[in-house]
């Protein structure tokens, strides 16, 4: 027969007194015969016969077990402020670029914290970032249309990389691509993206076109080459016609450039670029149609800002290690840095070069800049012919 809820506390409150004067293998004891008699457990029985429980009309009343929370509403409230002016990051980049874009915030004044406050947020774990933001995460657009097709000319004269060919410990060696907005459709000429990204930093640098043929984008990549803060040492593409052509080849042998192309239907083979293409390019603009010259001068004015924020405040992991086992693949990974970061640190970049990404990094304003990105892609996104 179940014992009621009236009848368990009448037993629990009888020993309660005798509880408490017990020795240590007494109370043991005592636990063993209430269990029994109540079929409560023991960590619950010895919770109230100590005392920390109490019956009030037949419910339990009792402190909250555990430590007390250590973020409230005003760190969550500082923690939203930054994963938006970074654009929605995940754990870990957010946990690496936290201490670089709290001290943007404070130097440009715009927003004062107290020292513990500071001393907690640069504390808190990607773990306890992901709990706090995991209400106010978005879902991701679905992908869009590839629009690379083959340039068969000159590919016996420009050799073929893999993606572990190069020797990625010396800035400048860019894997570049080409992002289509043409939304659903091929058809006519519409707007491109020509996305550069640094094996070594993660440096980034995006130009708008405005359609695909090779002086458009021999143009932008040496737009791109005068940006640069440090010299370009070689260029590694897909085997797209844009890419694979005599105006490419020539401006390579001219500038004494490295001229590699990726083995046809590898994608892995150009994973720096790629992932930049989603992280960067797809999840700031979209998969919509864009065409005409306002577009591609909008979208260049918002590239140089949205760059600006990717290179010198948003951390990325680089893979240093990968082990098969089985069927298993075990990677590793560095710390989580800026390619801002990486170029302080780099001991092939010159001092001249440090002292002026330093200059630049300090007269950064993050909100500012989000402010400016913000009217721009608003303006953007009124040009967009849908998808």
Known sequence: MAVTMSTRREIVEKQMKAYKRASKKEKSHILTSLVTATGLTRDHLSRVLSGRYKYVKQKVIGRRRGRKPA?????????????????????????????????????????????????????????????????????????????????????????????TDWDDAVPGFLEIDLVAHCGSSTRGQYVNTLNTTDICSGWTECRAVINKARTHTLTAMKDIQSELPFPLKGIDSDNGSEFINDHFLYFCVEEDL?????????????????????SVVRKAIGYSRFEGNEAVELLNQY???????????????????????????????DHALSPYRRLLGDPNVTAKVKSKLKQTYETLDLVQLNLHMNELLSRIQALSLGY
């Open 71 to 163: 973020f409230r509403m005003e760190h969550k409230a500082i923690l939203v402020m930054v994963w938006e002016l970074l654009g929605f990051p995940s754990s870990r980049r957010l946990k690496a670029a936290m201490p670089d874009v709290l001290e943007s915030l404070e130097r440009h004044g715009r927003k004062v914290l107290d020292p513990d406050t500071k001393t907690l947020m640069l504390k808190m774990s990607h773990g306890t970032m992901d709990r706090l933001l995991r209400a106010d995460r978005k879902r991701l657009k679905p992908f869009g249309l590839s629009t690379t097709k083959p340039g068969s000319l000159l590919k016996d004269q420009i050799p073929v990389r893999r993606g």
């Open 258 to 278: 490295c001229f590699t192309r990726s083995r046809p239907n590898r994608s892995n083979d150009s994973c720096y670029v790629e992932q930049k293409n989603w």
């Open 303 to 333: 590239y140089r800002l949205l760059c600006t924020v990717n290179n010198y405040f948003l951390p990325s992991q680089k893979l240093i290690d990968k082990q098969r086992d089985g069927g298993k693949v075990k990677k590793k990974h």
